[in-house]
């Protein structure tokens, strides 16, 4: 049974940091896209980062140059370096394992429950 799990929200500061972590277990991950997306209230889900197998990357134009995603294949795990932390960045933090096959079985995308994010002024 696939499970992805999040930790290390929380209260800080405008300005401050945060360290995000992601563990999914049940399948090998390796090869799968990884990201972070987050809501906020009254919002639709929106993507944060994402990183490939590779270790490619991509990042919202509004995290740009202050959040960083980086991932251990090894340990199936993906985390979220936050920097520069603003009001506007408060919202649940999803973390999303992406779809893959493996041992001939395909997954599909598989959510976190989420973890809380609030960024004060």
Known sequence: QVQVRESGGGL???GGSLRLSCAA????FSLSVMS????APG???ELVARITSDG???YSDS??????ISRDNAENTVALQ???LKPADTAVYFCNAGAHWYSGTFYPPSWGQGTQVTVSS
């Open 12 to 14: 800080v500061q405008a």
């Open 25 to 28: 277990s049940g399948s090998d």
């Open 36 to 39: 972070w997306y987050r809501q």
């Open 43 to 45: 919002k639709q889900r």
């Open 56 to 58: 490619s990357t991509d």
């Open 63 to 68: 995290v740009k140059g202050r959040f960083t």
């Open 82 to 84: 936050m920097n520069s």
